[in-house]
């Protein structure tokens, strides 16, 4: 619980310093007047004054904030409502613009660190009827080598870089079983028919286990930042094919609040410094695209604010309506997190994970 708890404040603190960096440096560059930045929510514990700033620890360590001067009244001084749409569109863009840039540090330094990987034969045991993989001459007994030039180690190499492909044509390296090898491309598939997965491949899980082994990598930094920046695209494109699957509804909706990703920091966290560093750049990408949501309270509802006042060529929603619609969207979120929380914890009471 201990270790839980200190890994997911530390990788908190991470993400949403980088996020309210964004905000503050933006705003300071762009003449907006930052009245506050704080580090989790009040009441506060410390705070200092540096200029026209209070920087600011708070006793909620659940996120943080730049309060800039009236947000949503453009008739504040060095307001940043007072601002141009395009400065209002940067400065509120900011921060999520820095979340999907964090990864690819994260991921860059997880490489660098020597980190444990798992090997295994990644062997075809059956092949759906009718399937893309069957079309295509996958037959069982194949081992699969690599997709679209990219080693496949072990069997989630497989199924990240066919979920990174959905709706298009692979290519599959694969050794028959007479030690021969051929180049196959195969169709992936965004509904499938049930049981079947995206291209019809069933895998030996029993094979892979037996020819388990740990290898211990780390590269050098030359290596490790084109590396990261590979990781952080992929992983931003697995997080738009998940929310398309979510649309069309083959893939469920899970959600989790602080306590569930609290959990499964502490799960990741026993895993090694390498695999919590490569969950924190997930969590990171999550809260940039998520925050860009046209939800009022997000700043994705606010910049569909900017937007709206762009469509309606300069005529603004009223500064009253617009705070009084940020306020309802941020009632509504705390009420959707305290059900989510309530949910996490009858699931850890019940000692179920959300790890596979």
Avoid: C
């Avoid at 209070?54 to 001084?77: Q, R, W």
């Avoid at 740990?214 to 931003?236: C, L, M, N, Y």
């Avoid at 569930?260 to 502490?266: D, M, N, P, R, V």
């Amino acid at each position: 619980m201990l270790v839980s708890i200190v890994s997911f404040l530390i990788i908190l603190l991470v993400i949403v310093l980088a996020h309210e960096l964004g905000h503050f440096i933006t705003a300071k560059a762009s003449g907006v007047k930052v009245e506050e930045f704080g580090i989790g929510f009040p009441p506060r514990i410390f705070g200092i004054k540096r200029g026209e700033t209070m920087y600011s620890l708070n006793a909620i360590p659940l996120g943080g904030f730049t309060k800039m001067a009236g947000e949503e009244d453009p008739g504040v001084a060095r307001s940043l409502a007072s601002k141009s749409k395009g400065i209002r569109f940067m400065v509120l863009v900011a921060g999520s613009a820095m979340n999907l840039l964090l990864p690819l540090v994260l991921f860059s330094i997880s490489f660098m660190l020597p980190h444990d990987t798992v090997t295994e034969p990644v062997v075809v045991k059956d092949v759906a009827a009718d399937s893309p993989a069957a079309s295509a001459g996958i037959r069982p007994g194949d081992t699969i080598i690599s997709i679209n030039g990219q080693t496949i180690d072990n069997v989630n190499d497989l199924h990240r870089y066919i979920q990174m492909n959905l709706g298009n044509e692979v290519s599959m390296l694969v050794k028959r079983s007479d030690s021969t090898t051929d180049k196959i491309d195969v169709l992936t598939r965004w509904k499938p028919p049930p049981g079947q997965g995206a291209t019809g491949i069933q895998i030996d899980i029993q094979s892979a286990i037996a020819g388990q082994k740990v290898v211990t990598r780390s590269e050098p930094f030359w290596r490790a930042i084109p590396q990261g920046a590979i990781a952080g695209i992929d992983t931003f494109v697995l997080f738009k094919n998940e929310i398309i699957r979510m649309f069309i509804g083959t893939a469920s909706v899970q959600l989790t609040g602080p306590i569930g990703i609290a959990q499964l920091t502490g799960e990741m966290a026993k895993a090694g410094i390498s695999p919590l560093l490569e969950f924190a750049a997930f969590l990171s990408i999550n809260l940039g695209i998520i925050n860009l949501f046209p939800i009022p309270a997000l700043d994705g509802g606010r910049i569909a604010f900017v937007l709206l006042e762009w469509v309606r060529r300069g005529k603004r929603i009223p500064p009253k309506v617009e705070g009084m619609m940020h306020l309802i969207g941020f009632a509504l979120l705390i009420a959707a997190m305290l059900a989510i929380t309530y949910r996490d914890i009858l699931r850890i009471v019940g000692g179920e994970s959300l790890l596979p």
